[in-house]
């Protein structure tokens, strides 16, 4: 750690993954969850997006994002320390077998950090035009499940990145396209993002 960006092969690598959703980031807010190192974020502004909130539960990774906006020499992304989903040792254990060579650190800190709900991230913003990225590492569904309809209101496009084969949930699939319908939203792109995760782009219907 850090996990620069400095090195415009691998900005790039990640700027074509998140170009297949071919979002209009133009003068809208952005709501980064599970932002690692910042690079969704960091390409979240360089495409025009008024103001990203960039939320991670871990202090490392966000070091590693505000040293990026650094390196970056962004200023248009706010840094927020919270937990989005539900905590489970299953998750921990997925975690620090796939991130973290510090099993201690995180252990310690993994309990401790404040979570934060929908309609507190739904606060945040100003609009109701905003875009929402999620990259839960498999708490996707417990964060999104938990909501009121009234909680998506601002956000016209969300953006999920699932790890089916990290964290196999029976019916996981199912389950959280059943909260995008039931929250009126329609599928429009479905995409792999790497060689265990999958990238799905929901439009709010109007």
């Not at 539900?86 to 650190?105: P, V």
């Not at 059943?178 to 999958?198: E, H, P, Q, W």
Request: glycine share 4%; with cysteine.
């Amino acid at each position: 750690f850090p996990v620069t960006i400095a090195s415009p092969e691998y900005a790039a690598c990640f700027e074509d993954r998140f170009n297949v959703l071919n979002p209009t980031l133009a003068g809208r807010e952005v709501v980064d969850i599970g932002a690692k190192s910042g690079v969704f974020s960091i390409f979240a502004e360089k495409n025009g997006t008024s103001k990203v909130h960039a939320i991670d539960p871990f202090t490392h990774n966000l070091q590693e994002t505000e040293f990026n906006n650094s390196l970056a020499r962004t200023s248009r992304i706010i840094t927020v320390q919270r937990f989005a989903g539900e905590k489970t040792h299953r998750q921990l254990n997925y975690l620090k077998s796939k991130y973290y060579e510090n099993s201690e650190q995180i252990d310690s800190e993994y309990w401790k950090i404040p979570e934060i709900t929908l309609a507190e991230v739904s606060q945040l913003i100003t609009t109701d035009n905003a875009l929402l990225k999620l990259d839960c590492d498999g708490t996707e569904l417990s964060f999104l499940s938990t909501a009121q309809s009234c909680d998506f209101a601002k956000f016209s496009q969300i953006v999920v990145i699932t790890h089916p084969n990290a964290i196999p949930l029976p019916g996981h699939k199912g389950l959280l396209e059943s909260v995008f319908i039931k929250n009126n939203y329609r599928l429009v792109t479905t995409a792999a993002f790497d060689c265990s995760s999958v990238i799905m782009t929901w439009n709010k219907i109007k």
